[in-house]
């Protein structure tokens, strides 16, 4: 009896063991299993999460909703090195970060700009692809036209309209070994650069959805055809904006020194009013004809921005940022007007910063209206004038951004 009640109670013990040992490994299992889910999930988001930054820097131009879209044509390396003479020296009119720009003549006779994007890298390849997709997809008649490209081997070609007076920077700072004649540029003539120049950063920001921001909006990316006129150029660095109203959208920080939005050299926030920043940098080397940034000149004026924004509201000194070459040929209601505009352009708070159409509608006066007769004089007749103001630049808040005041 005994030997039949301790068999028995072993069997207990066994199958208690039995059922312990299983709920351990089924409990292990489910851990393990619990943790392959997890870190899977974790593995995927992270995967997405780089994948949407990725797609993020590269703009995802495809989704771009614009008027018209046109077709570009595809060149062979044959066609493109029979347009330049065999890429040669003497046909060169321009060297990017990423290649030589060369004078060609395409076979239907039409002059051409041919970039050669020659080892142009992983930065190189993603610029090319940024300019055919974006360039593709906008129409624009301050906007430089692409009209082809060519992708033989490593090597990369993008094919322009041809400006036969080449960049804005090529005349407002002459430099010797330049291939294009520079020309000294009248009051009249860099006020129509201006209004050009705006209504192709209006363009990007207002028609087309998303807004397309610049992000490298300089001098020498405004070119210039033979009667003068100007073009917004160098999409390679573009990235579409955020669609909401006061949104922003984070990324790398790119662009050139003294041109960039201070709140996006600091937080890589980039929104339409970095654009405006840059436009205003632009708009004070047409006023001053300085470089943006320039150490060599006396401590407090290397930069240019720095060294302007006081005067521009001192009414004492403000008549000094001025191009001793323009001396005599603006009236001082058009010299206090833009002066007003490049102020409000290059404010270190990107909402108090104008919209594009208010700088355009602001502009285009100017232009339009015959030159007054009354000219800068001397310092004591500028004192009887009012200090810039947004009503003295006819700009008028059209943004939907809370603070803004115009």
């Given at each position: 009896m005994e030997t039949e009640v301790e068999y028995r109670r072993k069997e207990r013990t066994a199958l208690v063991a039995i059922?312990?040992?299983?709920?351990?490994?089924?409990?292990?299992?489910?851990?393990?299993?619990?943790?392959?889910?997890?870190?899977?999930?974790?593995?995927?988001?992270?995967?997405?999460?780089?994948?949407?930054?990725?797609?993020?820097?590269?703009?995802?131009?495809?989704?771009?909703?614009?008027?018209?879209?046109?077709?570009?044509?595809?060149?062979?390396?044959?066609?493109?090195?029979?347009?330049?003479?065999?890429?040669?020296?003497?046909?060169?009119?321009?060297?990017?970060?990423?290649?030589?720009?060369?004078?060609?003549?395409?076979?239907?006779?039409?002059?051409?700009?041919?970039?050669?994007?020659?080892?142009?890298?992983?930065?190189?390849?993603?610029?090319?692809?940024?300019?055919?997709?974006?360039?593709?997809?906008?129409?624009?008649?301050?906007?430089?036209?692409?009209?082809?490209?060519?992708?033989?081997?490593?090597?990369?070609?993008?094919?322009?309209?041809?400006?036969?007076?080449?960049?804005?920077?090529?005349?407002?700072?002459?430099?010797?070994?330049?291939?294009?004649?520079?020309?000294?540029?009248?009051?009249?003539?860099?006020?129509?650069?201006?209004?050009?120049?705006?209504?192709?950063?209006?363009?990007?920001?207002?028609?087309?959805?998303?807004?397309?921001?610049?992000?490298?909006?300089?001098?020498?990316?405004?070119?210039?055809?033979?009667?003068?006129?100007?073009?917004?150029?160098?999409?390679?660095?573009?990235?579409?904006?955020?669609?909401?109203?006061?949104?922003?959208?984070?990324?790398?920080?790119l662009g050139t020194q003294g041109y960039v939005a201070p709140e996006y050299a600091l937080t890589g926030h980039l929104t339409t009013k970095s654009d405006v920043y840059s436009y205003g940098v632009v708009l004070l080397e047409l006023l001053t004809g300085r470089v943006p940034v320039d150490m060599k000149r006396p401590p407090g004026e290397g930069v240019l921005v720095s060294w302007a924004l006081p005067l521009l509201t001192d009414r004492e000194k403000v008549v000094e940022i001025m191009d001793p070459a323009l001396e005599g040929q603006y009236s001082m209601k058009e010299f206090i007007q833009v002066a007003a505009i490049a102020a409000m352009c290059v404010q270190p708070e990107a909402d108090y910063r104008p919209l594009m159409a208010d700088v355009v509608q602001s502009l285009v006066p100017l232009v339009k209206t015959r030159r007054s007769t009354s000219k800068v004089g001397s310092c004591s007749s500028f004192h009887a004038n009012k200090l810039p103001t947004a009503q003295d630049s006819g700009l008028v808040n059209h943004s939907s951004e809370p603070g803004t005041l115009f």
């Open positions: 059922v312990v040992l299983a709920s351990v490994a089924v409990a292990s299992l489910l851990v393990a299993f619990s943790y392959y889910c997890y870190i899977r999930n974790k593995v995927s988001k992270r995967h997405k999460n780089h994948k949407k930054v990725n797609d993020d820097d590269k703009g995802g131009f495809a989704h771009l909703q614009v008027a018209a879209d046109k077709g570009l044509q595809v060149f062979t390396f044959k066609q493109l090195h029979s347009a330049t003479g065999g890429f040669s020296k003497s046909n060169v009119v321009g060297q990017g970060g990423f290649g030589l720009v060369y004078r060609g003549v395409l076979s239907d006779g039409r002059k051409a700009a041919i970039k050669f994007m020659d080892q142009a890298g992983k930065q190189g390849e993603e610029e090319f692809r940024v300019e055919v997709e974006l360039l593709s997809r906008l129409r624009s008649p301050y906007l430089l036209a692409l009209l082809g490209y060519c992708s033989h081997n490593n090597h990369k070609l993008l094919v322009y309209e041809f400006m036969a007076n080449g960049g804005l920077q090529e005349h407002l700072y002459p430099v010797s070994n330049s291939n294009v004649f520079s020309m000294k540029l009248d009051w009249e003539t860099r006020l129509r650069i201006a209004l050009e120049a705006a209504k192709g950063l209006e363009y990007l920001h207002e028609h087309v959805s998303p807004p397309v921001i610049h992000r490298d909006f300089k001098s020498s990316n405004i070119l210039l055809d033979k009667n003068l006129h100007a073009k917004v150029s160098d999409f390679g660095l573009a990235k579409l904006g955020s669609d909401r109203a006061g949104g922003h959208v984070s990324t790398r920080v």
